[in-house]
């Protein structure tokens, strides 16, 4: 996305409130609604002032763009900051400021019953809003269920509607058997309720750290097997890394290279386990000393009519 002054489209300073960037957007469309403007680019004006009203309103998309700062220059592709959509989303609900208008709006449904006896409005009490991140996890961690300490990037507003990010620290303990995808949900962690309205919920949403060992399909785990010819050809015992700790293995007899040997139940504990499979990769030895070489000459010799590409129809 090319780089574009937010604030200068919208004509406000950047520590304008929330409320100045939205009567400042409804002055603008106003003047630039391709209904009504006489101006030549007025369509691209007024599509380039819905761009930034859309990034500005939001809290999380401003405080984001604002950490850009001076690296902000025309021309500049758009390149989001670390932690753009893995923080905690802000979806700008319920505030102290619209008591008054939910004030009204009740009382005109229901009458008098919503001003107090004084006269005075009634006290609006409110849900805080759920909020929702994400969280990477190591694949250990789905096996054992640790408890551990997440530091998350939340949007906050102070009372000018000024917005900042500030970091938040929570000590979460990881459901054994959790999958990637699932959510863990953090009750009354969300956004802080209106009155006395409770707090909402916190939802994070767990994703596994790539691993150099394992692969992960939903809760079953691929771990692939360096094996020798000899052990796959006449078949050994030999140990197997697990996530769950070393367990021994019996190659069968005659095992190809890419072969599958399933362990059963050794995926990730869900309350239906997963299952570990095992994949077989024959590695060579080297030829790298006069032994070798004369080994492998001998190997050769004697499998002297095995051709490894008969079945692609060139004999050599």
């Known amino acids: 996305m090319e780089f574009k002054d937010y604030y200068q489209v919208l004509g406000v300073p950047r520590g304008a409130t929330a409320e100045d960037i939205k009567r400042a957007h409804r002055q603008m469309a106003r003047k630039l609604h391709p209904d009504v403007s006489k101006v030549p680019d007025t369509e691209e004006r ?3 002032l819905g761009e930034a009203y859309e990034v500005l309103k939001d809290p999380e998309k401003r405080a984001a763009y604002d950490r850009l700062g001076a690296n902000w220059k025309s021309g ?3 390149t989001p900051p670390p932690e753009w959509d893995s923080g905690v989303e802000f979806p700008g609900g319920f505030n102290e400021g619209d008591a008054t208008q939910f004030s009204d709006f009740f009382e005109s449904l229901f009458g008098r019953r919503f001003r107090t006896a004084g006269g005075g409005r009634a006290t609006i009490h409110v849900q805080g809003e759920d909020r929702h991140a994400r ?4 694949l250990e961690d789905a096996y054992t269920g640790p408890s551990l300490t997440m530091t998350l990037h939340v949007p906050e507003v102070d009372g000018q509607g000024r917005v900042s990010m500030r970091e938040r620290r929570l000590s979460v303990k990881i459901p054994r058997g959790i999958g990637a995808g699932q ?11 209106l009155g006395q309205g409770p707090p909402g919920d916190l939802y994070l949403e767990v994703e596994f750290r790539p691993h150099p060992r394992y692969r992960v399909e ?3 785990v691929f771990v692939d097997l360096p094996v020798s010819p000899w052990e796959a050809a006449l078949g050994a015992a030999v140990k197997v890394p697990t996530p769950n700790g070393i367990v021994e293995l019996k190659i069968p007899a005659g095992s190809a290279a890419g072969a599958k040997l399933r362990l059963k139940g050794q ?5 239906t386990p997963g299952d570990l499979y095992v994949v077989l990769n024959i590695v060579l030895p080297p030829a790298d000393t006069e032994g070798a070489r004369a080994a492998y000459r001998h190997l050769a010799e004697q499998f002297a009519t095995f051709d490894p590409r008969v079945t692609m129809g060139a004999r050599t």
């Open 183 to 193: 959510h863990i949900r953090l009750a009354g962690q969300g956004d802080p309720g």
């Open 76 to 78: 500049q592709d758009f």
């Open 218 to 220: 939903r809760h079953d």
């Open 267 to 271: 995926g990730i504990p869900a309350s």
């Open 135 to 138: 969280v990477s996890i190591d």
């Open 46 to 48: 007024f599509k380039e």
